[in-house]
């Protein structure tokens, strides 16, 4: 789900630079750019980034959360079976994502979360793990505790299913 701005906001020069990067790599290319992706900056304003992560989002919404699999579709008649899973790229956009979310303000206006949903489900531990590290760094407290989160339809029954899996 693309970020809804409320406000046109200006970048610093640096940062610019660098969503500047991300946003003109092709998406089919997204893990050359951020493999190595590391906060360098000071404090931020989440957005800065919003072009960036649309930019994830694209990624996520074409090369990840329409995959059957993640769908809790598999099986089903007339499913189509998925192609590889693209660990390396959705783990390097994860990786990127928490470091946004966790040093920059108003990370109620990220907007993606029912893609982190899906990514519960994705076939490889490590993404489950990176996914659910994105909610927890979305969910930690801000200097606002009058802010709400709202989950996407269908977490808490995911949720429930993988912790039953694991006791």
Request: hydrophobic share 40%; glycine share 4%; proline share 6%.
């Amino acid at each position: 789900m693309k970020i809804k701005q409320k406000r046109a906001v200006d970048a610093p020069a640096n940062i610019k630079e660098v969503v500047g990067k991300i946003v003109s790599t092709p998406i089919h290319d997204i893990g050359s750019v951020l493999h190595r992706f590391q906060w360098t900056f000071d404090k931020g304003d989440i957005n800065h980034w919003v072009p960036a992560l649309d930019h994830f989002d694209t990624f996520l919404e074409e090369h990840v959360c329409r995959r059957a699999d993640l769908q809790l579709k598999l099986g089903e008649t007339g499913v189509a079976s998925d192609p590889p899973f693209p660990t390396e790229d959705t783990l390097a956009v994860l990786n990127a994502t928490c470091c946004i979310l966790e040093n920059c303000s108003n990370k109620a206006a990220y907007n993606s979360s029912e893609h982190l949903a899906h990514l519960l489900a994705a076939p490889v531990p490590e993404v489950v793990s990176a996914a659910l590290q994105a909610f927890q760094v979305l969910l930690k407290k801000t200097h606002h505790t009058s802010v709400r989160w709202n989950p996407p339809v269908g977490l808490t029954q995911r949720l429930l299913c993988m912790s039953k899996g694991w006791g």
